[in-house]
């Protein structure tokens, strides 16, 4: 999948910089052919043959129809491949939301599209708890400027969730990190290196604390 989103990536460059090439060769030889023409030549008889039409007569408009037949074939293939991503992580946030909350959803679906890179979900009924909303953030493989920035900055598919407690709820400090960052995590973080310990659990692997 990297290596069809580069390769589709690198040929839309490519038609780019050379519809650029084209202009502006057009432009130059326009130019030059109006410098070359003397405002008193005298007329030319006009000839009532039909231009010879070739392929290299339309080079620009060959460009950009490439170009834009791209954009929309990486749109639909970058949004079937999100949508095939999105129908794998379904099941397992279903799971933990429906073990943790009555009403998960909106009682059909529990992700909804926000967009062609971003779900949303939604969960409530649990004591002590209002609500918990959840943000699975894809790379954005239909967008090719947007997947670039993805690629070069190393982004990678996110599962964000945010639980929102009752008023009345004591606070309180948590963290689940992974056992070979614990120290790293207590040392940058004073909240957890103050009013937290770290505990044996068999519900979290072993390479978790």
């Known amino acids: 999948m990297l290596q069809l989103s580069k390769l589709s990536l690198l040929t839309l460059s490519w038609t780019a910089l050379l519809a650029t090439k084209v202009v502006g060769d057009e432009l130059e030889g326009a130019t030059s052919a109006s410098i070359q023409t003397s405002p008193a030549a005298a007329p030319t008889k006009l000839s009532a043959a039909a231009p010879e039409l070739t392929l ?5 408009e060959v460009l950009m129809i490439t170009a834009a037949v791209g954009l929309v074939a990486n749109y639909f293939y970058g949004s079937r491949k999100n949508t095939v991503l999105a129908s794998v992580w379904e099941k397992p946030i279903t799971d933990v939301l429906q073990a ?77 990190v992974p ?28 390479d978790t604390v």
Not at 56 to 60: A, D, E, S, T
């Open 100 to 176: 943790n909350f009555s009403a998960v959803g909106n009682g059909q679906q529990v992700l909804e599209w926000d967009s062609a890179a971003d779900l949303l979900f939604y969960a409530s009924g649990r004591r002590h708890c209002k609500y918990a909303q959840g943000h699975l953030m894809l790379t954005a493989r239909q967008d090719p400027i947007a997947l670039l920035n993805d690629l070069t900055a190393n982004n990678y598919e996110k599962l964000q969730i945010e639980v929102t407690l009752n008023d009345d709820v004591p606070g309180f400090v948590f963290a689940a």
């Open 56 to 60: 290299v007569n339309y080079r620009l």
């Open 179 to 206: 056992r070979k960052r614990s120290k790293a995590v207590g040392r940058d973080r004073y909240d957890v290196s103050t009013f937290a310990k770290v505990i044996a659990s068999d519900k979290v692997p072993t």
